[in-house]
């Protein structure tokens, strides 16, 4: 066995969110742990690299107790990390970024050999299969990319258990396949993986067995190959089930109107699309079509060069964040840490931090005013906070993605914008999100709904939009649609 765990808790303000957790990784194993967010998976995640401490309980490792207590022994152990939230400095290059936290390689006289680095950079990504330009900086590379180039810094030392959390949030099925022939090349090379995820299917291909926490607690560890996905969700959400969100409204007038818009970068090419109140519009694409950049095209955050943006028979003639959401619109964007929130705030500044003007008068905040409305926002959208003074970086994802919507729905808009709004959340919160966005439809807001997952866009759209190398190509009416027929389209030239 590589790794043991014994009766290892942790609480926080005298709660626990682990306790006595007995956790196992054989060698060269795919291991899964999944769970409801607040289950306790980051806990244990960051009590194995040394981000926190254990209160009481044991590590084994190879057969010996130790003590984790800094990221660097952690390291030491052959322990490594791939956070949800990448870590790399986006102004360096692949090089630097592949040894960050290394020694760099030395010539004589103490100059620093970067053709020597380079070299065994790209000695560890023939071996992983990978490809990066390592001359770009890592601003310049796709979320994939990115992905990869932190497998390739956690393989330049020695590796026994790599940890890949929610690794394929924003992949598409291509990248997605990549990442799974290099999970299997290191089990063929005997590192460990511990592979943690919301999405089932990943769980049930790639591991040998599956880790179940809730509320801080084991709820078993299993053969993958001798169970099920309901099964799994059973022992994760006391026998919580989803049922079939339908909508129980009429689709009305046309709310916003898209008239062939280009963005200044040429990623977003002649794009056209209409969504109708009462309507939840999926907009669906292969990687690089140009899914969020349209999004952000349209909210004003990128540039457009031509084509005109209508919201409720008006033209905006200059489309920028600001008038986007004078005008009723708002954006739900894909990184909610980097863009939609301000984590160490609290989650009523958050939710209140773009229309903090309606809670003032003569320049003075009405703060009562403010905190009944986050707290109906929270009673209704079911964020699990200790209050609305508790910082968001102390919640889980889901209930971040919450406070996301909590934002966003203070303006009162006529439209979403909802650029992958379920990424890296658990069952349930995904379901509860669906269900949002359903309700909104049915109050007579219009929604354009982006997701990598065809299944869920197929689940939740009324309309599916397709768009292909930032162009707008078919739009499919979601009545018995296939997603062969989705696919399709998409590869057709």
Same mark, same amino acid.
């Given at each position: ?118 070299? !065994? ?26 992905t990869?180039?932190e497998?390739?810094?956690s ?16 992949l ?15 089990k ?25 926490l ?42 916003l ?8 970068? !040429? ?13 939840i ?21 990128r ?5 005109n ?38 989650v ?11 809670y ?17 926002k ?64 049915d ?51």
């Amino acid at each position: 066995m590589l790794l043991d765990t014994r009766k290892i808790c942790k609480q926080f303000n005298g709660v626990y969110a682990l306790k006595d957790v007995d956790f196992s990784i054989k060698e060269g194993e795919v291991h899964g742990l999944v769970g409801e967010n607040g289950a306790g998976k980051s806990t244990l995640i960051k009590i194995l690299t040394g981000v926190y401490s254990h209160d009481s309980g044991e590590i084994i490792w190879e057969g010996k107790s130790v003590q984790i207590d800094n990221p660097r022994q952690s390291k030491a152990l052959g322990i490594n990390v791939i956070h949800q939230d990448r870590q790399l400095i986006p102004s360096f290059n692949g090089v630097e970024n592949a040894y960050l936290g290394l020694d760099y390689e030395k010539k004589p006289g103490g100059l620093v050999d970067w053709t020597k680095m380079k070299k !065994n950079v790209n000695r560890v990504m023939k071996e992983l299969g990978i490809q990066i330009d390592l001359s770009l900086p890592a601003s310049l590379l796709s979320p994939p990319q990115q992905t990869l180039l932190e497998i390739c810094r956690s393989m330049m030392t020695t590796c026994k258990l790599l940890i890949l959390d929610e690794p394929t949030a924003s992949l598409t099925d291509k990248e997605t396949e990549i990442l799974f022939e290099i999970i299997n090349r290191l089990k063929k090379q005997g590192t460990s993986i511990l592979y943690v995820t919301h999405r089932m299917e990943e769980v049930f291909r790639l591991t040998d067995r599956i880790t179940i926490l809730k509320n801080g607690q084991m709820a078993g560890t299993v053969n993958s190959k001798e169970m099920t996905k309901d099964k799994v969700i059973s022992m994760m959400t006391d026998n919580w089930t989803s049922s079939n969100i339908v909508s129980n409204s009429k689709v009305g007038n046309v709310v916003l109107s898209v008239e062939h818009i280009s963005s200044k970068d !040429n990623i977003v090419k002649d794009a056209s699309l209409k969504v109708h109140a009462g309507e939840i519009l999926g907009i669906f694409g292969l990687g690089g079509s140009g899914r969020t950049e349209l999004l952000e095209s349209i909210y004003g955050f990128r540039p457009i060069c031509e084509g005109n943006v209508i919201i409720n028979g008006k033209n905006l003639t200059e489309v920028t964040p600001q008038k986007a959401i004078q005008n009723g619109i708002v954006l739900i964007c894909e990184d909610r840490r980097g863009m939609a929130l301000i984590t160490s705030f609290s989650v009523r500044k958050n939710i209140t931090l773009s229309v903090l003007p309606q809670y003032t008068r003569k320049g003075v905040l009405d703060e009562k005013k403010e905190v009944e409305d986050v707290k109906d926002k929270i009673k209704i959208l079911n964020i699990k906070t200790n209050g609305s003074e508790q910082t968001v970086s102390e919640l889980s994802g889901g209930n971040q993605q919450k406070v996301v919507f909590a934002k966003a729905l203070e303006s009162n808009p006529k439209v979403l914008l909802c650029d992958e709004p379920t990424q890296a959340v658990d069952v349930k919160t995904r379901y509860e999100i669906h269900k949002l966005l359903r309700t909104q439809a049915d109050e007579g807001n219009a929604i354009i709904f982006v997701s990598s997952d065809l299944k869920e866009v197929l689940e939740v759209a009324d309309s599916i939009q397709i768009l292909s190398h930032g162009k707008t190509k078919d739009l499919f009416k979601n009545e018995g649609l296939t997603s062969e027929q989705v696919l399709k389209c998409c590869y057709a030239d």
